[in-house]
């Protein structure tokens, strides 16, 4: 449930960090420091603003090559980019750099460490002086050594501790003169971003059909529906991109996945890192010879050998047992692929340096290895409780015991619980299910976003969006920041949504709207060398290497479309799709003597259903409740859509009845119980967000109407059980004559089948018979 923005300076004031508008703020990432200089040291005959409208003007003669763009080459050697970077250079408003969740004091200590020795966003000093102007603006165009560096490095005071941490990643790439590739040609990443894609496969991927589809079964995931690209017809034409020159290794589409036993977790192209932090054993000695099954369970090996070819992955299956698993299996993927990803661009500055230490003519040398801004993996996750549980993983898969978090204690001040003692008591008085607790204990605040850094031993919490590497967001909270800058989803690699059904419950348009700003155009430069850009990047075929990463906990329509429209990726796509069993459907779990009519209504499209239900409802089940002794009705409505109209619809047919949405007020709400619990409200109108949102127990039901069965399978029993003696008021005590009935159609197969099971599903979709009867309880 997406709510409005807030506009108090605390939590859910969320507002741009980066603004223009602010002197204190400039181009890019570095920062105006003037407010360090002496009074009494200042020229006279100049002054600070005549040095700012100075450097203004060199700033646009000359491009801004920064050192956050991993590369020292001059605008000479980016020739063939020139129309972008004019594009780039048509805005004049400085480079915005976006800060995380609500960054609102100075920059500069410990909010401007940075860990990444290939990434440092060195602050200029301005002192009153021409030569130390000078130094400034060669800073800004990316002309110092290494020795300049530590100079700047050791006057800015906010940046000492970081940097030493830091320094050593680079040196391990300097001191081997003869040092390799430090990836393979096999391993699946250089495999999926290291090569171009053909006219062929493009012109398949963006065809109105561009996949053919197997199934596979695996042990621990079951049944998978595999997307794989249609074969693409041998054709000598090599691609034509738009910018830059052609290259001759062409990607390979993706072919069916192969389970592998017995294999080193580190053959999966993991870092060694990364497999040492994984093995929790006691007194572990973290052999490299591990294999993937000792390190990880079933279902995390199986969905992580998808993972690591780069498929795009669909899994309703998700629940707050098994969540802890999967929330491991992508933060291994995630910080593998921004791992790798950094180790690459390190050791091509080293091999740059080398060469133009040597004198050789680095201009003829062209590195491949970025994208247009920094940020490659973007996770979508509901709350902020789960934002916390994801940052805890991150950290406990990279960082070794010497590991470091850079502002730790204020992120665990605004994401951590913040309820007292005495609420906690309050709330354990009331027992709620097991998946109640588990999505809700914590913070649930549902508007923040976070940017973090990644080194090799360190974790920068709250680096501004164009110098992290992971974005962590909610959806709310990535829609306030998207209605004034997208630029950082641009490169955009790897796409996580985490519990894909909270999402849903909150507000599904907000989803999509992220969807529809991704690899859009930049509209600014940020300090990127074109020069290292990747040319599937420049030449806009980024949504066909993304990889998209669903995890849900029930199947929704709406994620299977989002999975199947807004996913074409060339490596391939699977979805879990498991029947349901009679064992484990929901229509088992009710206790109480009950008889259950499932009515199905006629439709031919699913845009129609709605119009479709309404008119039924209306004609056929809603006049058999105008008797005095079918009181005392509740009227389940998954849709806030369909509970508006049928709440107009009631007034104007004037209806006795009460209504309670997620958005009534709790004295309203309270009311409204008390009045349908004593008969004075005959009908009661109750949306699924309320019932998601406040498990409540209400009493004194008599007969109840699912409108539409629940998303949640677990809802339909749970409703159902409330009409227990317990439950029920003097009038209807020890009274067998409790109703319950349910509307669907053939569009309402999946929650349909995860109630009733898959099997006894298609039976009452296909039967000529269009009412079915289940008795549950009794003897």
Same mark, same amino acid.
């Given at each position: 449930?997406?709510?409005?923005?807030?506009?108090?300076?605390?939590?859910?004031?969320?507002?741009?960090?980066?603004?223009?508008?602010?002197?204190?703020?400039?181009?890019?990432? =570095?920062?105006?420091?003037?407010?360090?200089?002496?009074?009494?040291?200042?020229?006279?005959?100049?002054?600070?603003?005549?040095?700012?409208?100075?450097?203004?003007?060199?700033?646009?003669?000359?491009?801004?090559?920064?050192?956050?763009?991993?590369? @020292?080459?001059?605008?000479?050697?980016?020739?063939?980019?020139?129309?972008?970077?004019?594009?780039?250079?048509?805005?004049?408003?400085?480079?915005?750099?976006?800060? @995380?969740?609500?960054?609102?004091?100075?920059?500069?200590?410990?909010?401007?460490?940075?860990?990444?020795?290939?990434?440092? $966003?060195?602050?200029?000093?301005?002192?009153?002086?021409?030569?130390?102007?000078?130094?400034?603006?060669?800073?800004?165009?990316?002309?110092? &050594?290494?020795?300049?560096?530590?100079?700047?490095?050791?006057?800015?005071?906010?940046?000492?501790?970081?940097?030493?941490?830091?320094?050593?990643?680079?040196?391990?790439?300097?001191?081997?003169?003869?040092?390799?590739?430090?990836?393979?040609?096999?391993?699946?990443?250089?495999?999926?971003?290291?090569?171009?894609?053909?006219? *062929? %496969?493009?012109?398949?991927?963006?065809?109105?059909?561009?996949?053919?589809?197997?199934?596979?079964?695996?042990?621990?995931?079951?049944?998978?529906?595999?997307?794989?690209?249609?074969?693409?017809?041998?054709?000598?034409?090599?691609?034509?991109?738009?910018?830059?020159?052609?290259?001759?290794?062409?990607?390979?589409?993706?072919?069916?996945?192969?389970?592998?036993?017995?294999?080193?977790?580190?053959?999966?192209?993991?870092?060694?890192?990364?497999? /040492?932090?994984?093995?929790?054993?006691?007194?572990?000695?973290? *052999?490299?010879?591990? !294999?993937?099954?000792?390190?990880?369970?079933?279902?995390?090996?199986?969905?992580?050998?998808?993972?690591?070819?780069?498929?795009?992955?669909?899994?309703?299956?998700?629940?707050?047992? $098994?969540?802890?698993?999967?929330?491991?299996? =992508?933060?291994?993927?995630?910080? $593998?692929?921004?791992?790798?990803?950094?180790?690459?661009?390190?050791?091509?500055?080293?091999?740059?340096?080398?060469?133009?230490?040597?004198?050789?003519?680095?201009?003829?040398?062209? =590195?491949?290895?970025?994208?247009?801004?920094?940020?490659?993996?973007?996770?979508?996750?509901?709350?902020? $409780?789960?934002?916390?549980?994801?940052?805890?993983?991150?950290?406990?898969?990279?960082?070794?015991?010497?590991?470091?978090?850079? *502002?730790?204690?204020?992120?665990?001040?605004?994401?951590?619980?913040?309820?007292? &003692? &005495?609420?906690?008591?309050?709330?354990?008085?009331?027992?709620?299910?097991?998946?109640?607790?588990?999505?809700?204990?914590?913070?649930?605040?549902?508007?923040?976003?976070?940017?973090?850094?990644?080194?090799?031993?360190?974790?920068?919490?709250?680096?501004?969006?164009?110098?992290?590497?992971?974005?962590?967001?909610?959806?709310?909270?990535?829609?306030?920041?998207?209605?004034?800058?997208?630029?950082?989803?641009?490169?955009?690699?790897?796409?996580?949504?985490?519990?894909?059904?909270?999402?849903?419950?909150?507000?599904?348009?907000?989803?999509?709207?992220?969807?529809?700003?991704?690899?859009?155009?930049?509209?600014?430069?940020?300090? !990127?060398?074109?020069?290292?850009?990747?040319?599937?990047?420049?030449?806009?075929?980024?949504?066909?290497?993304?990889?998209?990463?669903?995890?849900?906990?029930?199947?929704?329509?709406?994620?299977?479309?989002?999975?199947?429209?807004?996913?074409?990726?060339?490596?391939?796509?699977?979805?879990?799709? *498991?029947?349901?069993?009679?064992?484990?459907?929901?229509?088992?779990?009710?206790?109480?003597?009950?008889?259950?009519?499932?009515?199905?209504?006629?439709?031919? /499209?699913?845009?129609?259903?709605?119009?479709?239900?309404?008119?039924?409802?209306?004609?056929?089940?809603?006049?058999?409740?105008?008797?005095?002794?079918?009181?005392?009705?509740?009227?389940?409505?998954?849709?806030?859509?369909?509970?508006?109209?049928?709440?107009?619809?009631?007034?104007?047919?004037?209806?006795?009845?009460?209504?309670?949405?997620? =958005?009534?007020?709790?004295?309203?709400?309270?009311?409204?119980?008390?009045?349908?619990?004593?008969?004075?409200?005959?009908? %009661?109108?109750?949306?699924?967000?309320?019932?998601?949102?406040?498990?409540? !127990?209400?009493?004194?039901?008599?007969?109840?109407?699912?409108?539409?069965?629940?998303?949640?399978?677990?809802?339909?029993?749970?409703?159902?059980?409330?009409?227990?003696?317990?439950?029920?008021?003097?009038?209807?005590?020890?009274?067998?004559?409790?109703?319950?009935?349910?509307?669907?159609?053939?569009?309402?197969?999946?929650?349909?089948?995860?109630?009733?099971?898959?099997?006894?599903?298609?039976?009452?979709?296909?039967?000529?018979?269009?009412?079915?009867?289940?008795?549950?309880?009794?003897?």
């Amino acid at each position: 449930m997406g709510r409005g923005r807030r506009g108090s300076n605390k939590r859910g004031n969320y507002r741009n960090q980066g603004s223009r508008n602010k002197l204190n703020r400039g181009s890019g990432s =570095y920062k105006n420091k003037r407010g360090h200089n002496k009074v009494g040291d200042e020229k006279k005959d100049y002054s600070p603003e005549s040095k700012r409208q100075k450097l203004e003007l060199e700033k646009e003669k000359q491009p801004v090559i920064e050192e956050e763009s991993f590369s @020292s080459d001059s605008v000479e050697e980016v020739k063939p980019y020139v129309q972008l970077l004019s594009m780039f250079k048509s805005s004049r408003k400085a480079q915005q750099v976006l800060t @995380s969740d609500e960054e609102e004091e100075s920059e500069e200590g410990d909010e401007e460490q940075s860990e990444d020795e290939d990434n440092r $966003n060195d602050d200029v000093d301005d002192e009153d002086t021409e030569e130390e102007e000078e130094e400034a603006e060669n800073s800004l165009v990316g002309e110092d &050594e290494a020795e300049d560096e530590e100079s700047d490095m050791e006057e800015d005071q906010g940046k000492l501790e970081q940097e030493a941490v830091e320094e050593e990643s680079e040196e391990e790439f300097l001191e081997g003169e003869e040092e390799e590739e430090p990836l393979s040609t096999t391993d699946p990443f250089s495999l999926h971003y290291g090569r171009e894609i053909s006219e *062929n %496969l493009l012109e398949i991927l963006t065809s109105p059909k561009p996949f053919d589809t197997q199934e596979l079964k695996w042990k621990a995931l079951g049944r998978m529906v595999v997307h794989l690209p249609r074969k693409v017809e041998n054709k000598t034409e090599k691609p034509k991109p738009i910018l830059g020159e052609t290259v001759e290794t062409l990607v390979i589409p993706g072919t069916a996945p192969v389970l592998k036993t017995g294999v080193p977790m580190k053959d999966y192209g993991v870092k060694l890192q990364l497999c /040492a932090n994984l093995d929790k054993r006691p007194l572990s000695d973290s *052999n490299d010879s591990l !294999t993937a099954e000792e390190l990880l369970s079933p279902l995390q090996h199986e969905l992580f050998t998808l993972a690591n070819d780069y498929r795009d992955i669909y899994y309703p299956e998700m629940n707050h047992m $098994n969540n802890d698993e999967i929330r491991t299996v =992508y933060c291994l993927h995630s910080l $593998n692929h921004i791992l790798k990803s950094r180790d690459k661009v390190l050791f091509h500055n080293a091999k740059l340096k080398k060469a133009s230490e040597s004198g050789a003519m680095t201009g003829e040398i062209e =590195y491949r290895d970025q994208g247009l801004v920094r940020p490659r993996v973007l996770i979508i996750a509901p709350l902020r $409780n789960s934002a916390v549980k994801i940052v805890e993983k991150l950290a406990d898969l990279l960082l070794p015991k010497k590991g470091q978090i850079i *502002n730790e204690k204020r992120f665990y001040d605004e994401f951590g619980e913040e309820k007292g &003692e &005495e609420a906690k008591k309050e709330e354990k008085k009331h027992h709620k299910p097991e998946d109640y607790e588990a999505i809700f204990t914590g913070n649930t605040d549902d508007s923040f976003r976070i940017g973090i850094s990644v080194a090799k031993r360190t974790l920068k919490l709250y680096a501004g969006f164009y110098v992290a590497d992971i974005l962590i967001a909610s959806p709310l909270g990535a829609r306030t920041l998207l209605a004034e800058d997208f630029d950082f989803l641009c490169s955009i690699e790897v796409l996580v949504i985490d519990q894909t059904d909270i999402l849903y419950m909150q507000n599904w348009d907000h989803v999509l709207h992220i969807f529809q700003h991704l690899h859009l155009q930049p509209r600014e430069q940020h300090g !990127t060398d074109l020069g290292r850009v990747r040319l599937w990047a420049l030449n806009g075929y980024s949504p066909h290497y993304r990889q998209n990463l669903i995890f849900s906990s029930v199947a929704l329509p709406e994620a299977a479309a989002l999975f199947s429209r807004r996913g074409t990726n060339f490596a391939g796509k699977v979805r879990v799709e *498991n029947a349901v069993a009679t064992s484990a459907t929901t229509v088992c779990r009710v206790v109480v003597q009950l008889p259950q009519a499932f009515h199905r209504f006629p439709t031919v /499209a699913a845009a129609q259903s709605a119009d479709d239900r309404f008119h039924f409802f209306i004609k056929k089940i809603l006049p058999q409740y105008r008797d005095a002794l079918m009181s005392n009705t509740l009227i389940f409505i998954p849709s806030y859509y369909d509970y508006v109209r049928l709440r107009n619809f009631l007034h104007k047919e004037d209806y006795n009845f009460g209504q309670a949405c997620e =958005y009534t007020p709790d004295g309203k709400l309270a009311q409204v119980r008390n009045r349908f619990f004593l008969g004075k409200k005959r009908v %009661l109108l109750y949306t699924e967000r309320l019932h998601f949102y406040r498990r409540l !127990t209400l009493k004194g039901i008599h007969n109840i109407i699912f409108y539409q069965l629940p998303t949640y399978p677990n809802f339909y029993p749970e409703l159902c059980n409330l009409l227990q003696d317990a439950f029920q008021s003097k009038k209807y005590r020890g009274d067998s004559t409790q109703t319950c009935t349910v509307l669907y159609s053939t569009f309402d197969a999946p929650r349909l089948a995860a109630i009733v099971g898959s099997q006894r599903a298609a039976e009452m979709l296909t039967s000529d018979r269009a009412v079915h009867l289940f008795v549950s309880g009794g003897s």
